[in-house]
């Protein structure tokens, strides 16, 4: 067989998508069900000011930009193959790298902007 | 229970079809006849021009996988009552050439096999009479799920990605190297690297996984290949980061 070139591309790529789904399945459900279940049925009333200072804290918005962008590259890597093989558009590699991967880092500095 | 089936049975002659046709053949519904009995009925009573591979019956020796209603089979291992009243359609593996009738072309398999070293590589060479490798109980899990493998190609029939790209290595080859990279005894794991972390390699993998829902000697080679892309991950990065260190 002839020898291709270790990837070092593709190592990280699928570091970054491996540590987006763990980062996700933990830390999505938990904010989900907060913020989309519990405080709007009013089951669980935070106190404004303590809700306000949790967020406000600089580690809060270090961790939720670091889940968003990680959320993304996820799904950068995922789209990427869904496109590739599921839609049979290999050939196209270039554009649909750049639209995913470039698409992940517009959502990041998005979440860095609306955070900080 | 009736007491025959159809089988339909894909057939073709490239020196002489144009393309495949489907030749529909009645064969005795026993209940202790799986479709490789169904096929040698055939082959001995009612048409020997057909032409199939097979050898053991017993899914020891993975001559017989066979493509039949849409599904990789061990044709030994599969009944036809399981499929009564039929018809059942047998065709031959997907994703790889036909030779004739259901016999297909491994060449490409066969060639990939080798390139990932699936055998004990030691550094040190001694004779067999001076060393002895023992092993703990332990130590054998770690590796014997991935060496009941029988390379029946089951998995690359199975597989999409393999289907789409023929030159991944694809999930036995790789379920292969792990079986040696996880084995004590061996010494041979940054060897393998070099080709199962390329994008041929692991990085082909999209973690469909229908290659360990086909294995029929329960081989789980998606869970070695997702097992592998942390090693083949963390190496690659390592040797990117530190150069100076070894491998």
């Known amino acids: 067989m002839t020898m291709a070139k270790r990837s070092s591309s593709e190592a990280m790529a699928w570091l970054l998508f491996s540590a987006g789904g763990v980062v996700s399945a933990l830390l999505v459900p938990v904010l989900l069900l907060l913020s989309g279940v519990l405080f709007p049925l009013g089951l669980l009333v935070p106190e404004h000011a303590h809700l306000a200072a949790v967020l406000g804290h600089p580690l809060t918005k270090v961790v939720l930009l670091g889940l968003c962008m990680l959320a993304l590259l996820h799904w950068a890597h995922r789209f990427r193959y869904t496109l590739y093989d599921g839609l049979r558009l290999k050939r196209l590699s270039v554009p649909i790298n750049l639209l995913c991967y470039g698409g992940a880092l517009a959502g990041s500095v998005w979440a860095a902007i609306v955070l900080f | ?247």
């Open chain 2, 1 to 247: 229970m009736p007491d025959t089936i159809t089988l339909q049975v894909a057939r073709y002659r490239p020196d002489a079809d144009a393309a495949p046709t489907t030749q529909e053949y009645v064969v005795p519904l026993r209940e202790e006849w799986a479709v490789l009995d169904g096929l040698n009925y055939i082959k001995d009573r009612l048409d020997g021009t057909l032409s199939f591979r097979w050898s053991c019956r017993m899914g020891i020796c993975g001559s017989c996988g066979m493509t039949v209603n849409g599904n990789p089979v061990l044709t030994c291992g599969t009944f036809l009552t399981d499929y009564a009243p039929g018809p059942i359609r047998i065709e031959p593996l997907a994703n790889f050439p036909v030779v004739r009738d259901l016999v297909v072309e491994i060449e490409d398999f066969l060639r990939k096999l080798p390139a990932v070293k699936p055998w004990l590589v030691r550094e040190d060479e001694q004779g067999v009479d001076d060393v002895e490798f023992l092993q703990t109980p332990a130590q054998l899990a770690e590796y014997q799920q991935y060496s009941m493998c029988i390379n029946c190609m089951l998995c690359y029939a199975a597989c999409p990605v393999y289907a789409l790209e023929p030159d991944f290595l694809g999930p036995a080859a790789i379920a292969l190297a792990q079986r040696y990279n996880l084995d004590s005894r061996d010494q041979g794991a940054h060897q393998r690297l070099d080709l199962l972390a390329t994008a041929q390699g692991v990085w082909a993998c999209t973690y469909v996984g229908e290659c360990t829902s086909a294995c029929p000697k329960g081989v789980d080679p998606a869970g070695a290949i997702q097992r592998y892309k942390l090693t083949a991950a963390t190496r690659t990065l390592r040797s990117v980061l530190m150069p100076w260190a070894a491998r």
